[in-house]
């Protein structure tokens, strides 16, 4: 794939900023990469760059714009185009957004707002930790000194749940973030912790779940509707790694779902999750299996996406 993934990347029309590290990251690391070609004859892809702030209107003139003076977009209606957004784009009546919404491979930060994400063509990144403070391997803790869950800070803020979660001793859960200078106790309550609570649509689910796999903390996502936007759900089997609970149970409703885990599948489970934390590590310059290439790979498997007739009405719209 290296050698063989070309993107081409449109001159932005304004200068392009990131507000996340990781959206900044992957654009540094995709204009600097192998993937990238000056040639759009050659491309697989062809990349928009545009700030996350842009209104609909002017993104509407964007995609007018390269669809009346290049003839890519026109190819395929834009399904071999792709973005970074965060928020995501939101669904409007002119036709060039719905092109844009509809066939565009969207590339974003998690979790996007709901009505945002189309699963079966869109990406979610990765998110940024620093890899440096952690081990490089899981190692087990020794049973005696095993808890059944973690809760970091902010990672569950349904007050019902953070209560119960206080009160229960089987649980430990942080009630101020950990200073730098704390940061080891952090990663050693990640080891000994056999699951990892987050309530979804919190940031922890996204900032922190790649430190807790890397430490063989099962994640538990706590969610009332379905999840399709998790990083990397093209190439990681996130069933056999993770636990998924309905929200509104309340504490003894997640256990009981913690419970029906028994040893051999936890062990394998944890195991799984601590080889998968390779792909959240975000390298520069990128590195095989890291985060960047690992998104890459993902475009990759879209290359064979559905191509769109160009409808000649639209093209002048």
């Known amino acids: 794939m290296s050698t063989t993934l070309k993107i081409f990347t449109y001159i932005p029309f304004k200068p392009v900023s990131f507000p996340s590290p990781a959206e900044s990251l992957f654009y540094k690391s995709l204009l600097d990469s192998p993937y990238s070609t000056h040639d759009p004859d050659h491309a697989h892809f062809f ?31 834009g399904a071999d185009h792709f973005f970074l957004s965060s928020p995501g784009v939101r669904y409007a009546s002119d036709r060039n957004i719905v092109e844009l919404k509809k066939n565009a491979i969207q590339v974003s930060g998690g979790p996007v707002p709901v009505g945002n994400f189309i699963s079966h063509k869109d990406i979610t990144l990765p998110p940024v930790f620093d890899s ?16 059944l869950g973690f809760v970091g800070y902010g990672w569950v803020r349904d007050r019902v749940l953070v209560k119960e979660l206080i009160e229960d001793p089987e649980f430990f859960m942080e009630s101020e973030p950990p200073p730098p200078s704390e940061r080891w106790n952090y990663g ?30 099962v994640p538990v996502v706590i969610s009332d509707r379905p999840i399709q936007d998790l990083p990397l759900m093209d190439v990681l089997r996130w069933q056999d790694m993770a636990v998924f609970v309905n929200g509104g149970k309340g504490i003894e409703g997640v256990k009981r779902v913690l419970r029906r885990v028994d040893g051999e599948s936890l062990v394998k489970m944890k195991r799984l999750g601590a080889a998968a934390a390779q792909h959240f590590v975000w390298n520069s310059p990128p590195q095989p299996l890291d985060a960047f290439n690992t998104v890459a790979y993902q475009l990759w498997l879209r290359r064979h996406t559905i191509r769109y007739a160009e409808r000649k009405e639209w093209a002048q719209s």
């Open 132 to 147: 440096s403070e952690f081990s490089s391997s899981w190692i087990p803790a020794p049973a005696t000194e095993r808890v």
């Open 188 to 217: 050693e309550r990640l080891g000994k912790s056999d699951f990892c609570l987050f309530e979804y649509g919190g940031g922890g689910v996204v900032l922190r779940i790649g430190e807790v796999l890397r430490y063989g903390c």
């Open 47 to 77: 990349f928009i760059p545009f700030s996350p702030d842009t209104s609909t209107r002017s993104l509407a003139r964007l995609i007018r714009t390269l669809r009346s003076q290049l003839p890519y977009w026109n190819r395929t209606l």
